[in-house]
């Protein structure tokens, strides 16, 4: 009687390598399964299921939970401006995620004996993997070749030229792993400290250089519109991935810790969430009071870091979102941005609650709201500690 197990399927290299393993070798019943969150076309999609049958593949699944990831993952990041060390989007981390929660209940779902993936030993995707499988499917075995036999990238690639099956080593000299809210981009050279990934190793190339001004509109926090067009966020990511993309904005180089106490570095391309995250925190300076933005980015950056270290099923995830959604009630209008190759512009902001253009008082001018022997009473009193504290002092 074979043995089914459920195969985290992305048609790269690894697991790719797992398929061919599994079910010419070990004689497996393999289910291989797709999780999109918006990164993959319908071509490519189509592609990648004729190539899962091609290898072995007993039975094929896309599953598409990209609304589902915006509405209970990305807006929160959108709502906290989550970058990790103020760089990167956690592209990866949230999707990794939410891939390995739906494999998961698809696993639990055909009662499956098995849950393979393909990563390493060394980075954080193995830990988001076992941490779901465990949680969401724990009569599931996990397995995992890759790690477990400590391959290199060449081994994976002599291995599937000696089954007969092609795949080249300049194929797989970049790993690059597209989705909605950003593209990573691994190689040779995010493995030293010194050297950046050559323009050719970005999936998207600069095609735009004439600057353009472009309007994203936000309700609650939600972007919502962009140059006046309603769109669903969804929608409106995607066309905002390809416009920034073309002036290849959104490039840069994450350096962090992985959740296993070691440095990791890799390229990427995010040019709609490092828009929308931008123009978003633009807003919210407007539209916030003083605590509301202190309390909010403390809060976010423990989600994010939680986010990132496969906590998301915690309880306390839940809460966060809580506060932050709470936050948005206030964060609508338009911001005007000015995009120019690799970089872009924050013109400014039009929204009904831009607290700087308040009536009650504008800064640096004439206050309706006090006059010059309030302000004179209250400085004396809010200083009024320090004098004491340094009268002490000879």
């Keep these: 009687m074979s043995k089914k197990a459920v195969l985290a399927y992305s048609g790269g290299l690894d697991t790719s390598y797992c398929l061919v393993n599994l079910t010419k070798e070990q004689g497996f019943e393999v289910h291989t399964v797709i999780v999109n969150t918006g990164g993959f076309t319908k071509e490519e999609l189509e592609s990648i299921e004729r190539r899962a049958y091609e290898l072995g593949s007993s039975h094929h699944e896309t599953i598409d939970i990209t609304e589902k990831y915006f509405q209970d993952c990305l807006r929160f990041l959108i709502y906290g401006n989550v970058l990790k060390n103020n760089t990167y989007p956690l592209s990866v981390s949230a999707e990794r995620m939410f891939q390995s929660i739906a494999i998961a209940e698809y696993a639990k779902q055909v009662d499956a004996e098995y849950i393979v993936h393909g990563s390493t030993g060394a980075g954080n995707d193995q830990i988001r993997f076992d941490v779901a499988f465990a949680v969401i499917s724990p009569k599931s075995e996990i397995i995992t070749p890759i790690r477990d036999e400590r391959l290199t990238r060449q081994q994976e690639v002599n291995y599937l030229q000696s089954q007969g099956v092609e795949y080249s080593w300049e194929k797989a000299k970049y790993s690059i792993n597209v989705g909605i809210w950003g593209t990573s981009v691994g190689g040779v050279e995010t493995l030293t400290s010194h050297q950046s990934l050559p323009e050719d190793a970005y999936p998207t190339q600069l095609s735009q250089t004439e600057p353009q001004t472009i309007e994203i509109e936000f309700e609650k926090g939600i972007p919502a519109k962009l140059n006046g067009e309603s769109l669903s966020p969804v929608d409106l990511i995607q066309k905002l991935n ?121 800064y640096g001018e004439d206050m309706d709201a006090w006059d010059g022997r309030d302000a004179r009473g209250f400085i004396k009193i809010f200083g009024n500690q320090l004098k004491i504290y340094h009268s002490f002092k000879s």
Excluded at 262 to 276: D, S, Y
Excluded at 279 to 288: G, I, P, Q, S
Aim: aromatic letters at 8%; proline letters at 3%.
């Design 242 to 362: 390809e416009i920034g993309g073309s002036y290849a904005i959104g490039r840069d180089t994450h350096v962090g810790d992985t959740i296993l106490g070691i440095k990791g570095r890799v390229g990427f391309e995010a040019p709609a969430a490092n828009l929308i995250i931008k123009a978003h925190h633009l807003l919210e300076k407007h539209t916030l009071t003083r605590w509301q933005l202190l309390h909010k980015d403390s809060l976010a950056n423990w989600y994010g870091t939680l986010l990132h270290e496969a906590q998301y099923l915690d309880p306390v995830m839940r809460d966060i979102e809580a506060f932050l959604e709470s936050s948005q009630n206030h964060v609508t209008g338009k911001v005007i941005l000015e995009l120019h190759p690799y970089r872009f512009d924050l013109v400014g902001v039009e929204s009904p609650f831009d607290m700087l253009q308040s009536k009650v008082a504008t």
